[in-house]
């Protein structure tokens, strides 16, 4: 299933007129909250040259921002942006709606243990993760939330309303059951 999430993932970026490691870096920022520089090139294993790029092409697509940091004017904080919620949603409607559709032919204990399985497979991914790349402990997904490119579930479901990723705890590569349990989108 992950070759297809590749696959899926970089679809959305063509859409998007964006790279697929922008669109991934976009859903850190979405998944972790605003972070350095420095922190979103540990944890995509990018250089500081190469993130440097990533971070100016995504302020050129409205998809984040670069802030400085208040406690170090050195420093600058990446956060995500709002501006493209529509597009990046309209990307994913179709992977959440048919997640949904799945997770209604399941019973509500079987739906439990699938958003179960989908957050702490995300948790996971994310340790291990840092781990292969030797770095520090990742900051855990913000409560409620899935990577963008998550499927959710629709509105009126048990799991919430349809979202991508970007509003995900799992986007996990923001795909998958993760977006389908967490309901709403933020981009």
Do not use: K, W
């Amino acid at each position: 299933m992950s070759g297809y999430t590749v696959l899926f993932h970089q679809a959305v970026a063509d859409r998007l007129g964006i790279t697929a490691t922008e669109l991934q870096c976009s859903n850190l920022l979405d998944l972790l909250g605003p972070m350095t520089a420095g922190r979103l090139a540990e944890l995509t294993g990018l250089s500081s040259g190469a993130i440097t790029g990533v971070i100016d092409r995504l302020e050129r697509a409205r998809v984040a921002a670069r802030d400085t940091d208040p406690e170090d004017r050195r420093r600058v904080i990446v956060r995500s942006l709002p501006d493209r919620r529509d597009e990046f949603d309209a990307c994913f409607d179709g992977l959440g709606l048919g997640m949904a559709a799945i997770l209604r032919g399941i019973d509500a204990p079987g739906r439990a243990a699938v958003e179960g399985f989908a957050r702490d497979s995300s948790t996971l991914l994310l340790q291990e993760s840092v781990r292969l790349r030797g770095g520090t402990a990742a900051t855990a997904p913000r409560s409620g939330s899935s990577p963008r490119g998550a499927a959710a579930a629709p509105r009126g479901t048990p799991g919430g309303e349809v979202r991508h990723e970007r509003d995900a705890g799992a986007r996990g590569g923001r795909a998958g059951a993760a977006a389908a349990r967490r309901g709403g989108t933020r981009r």
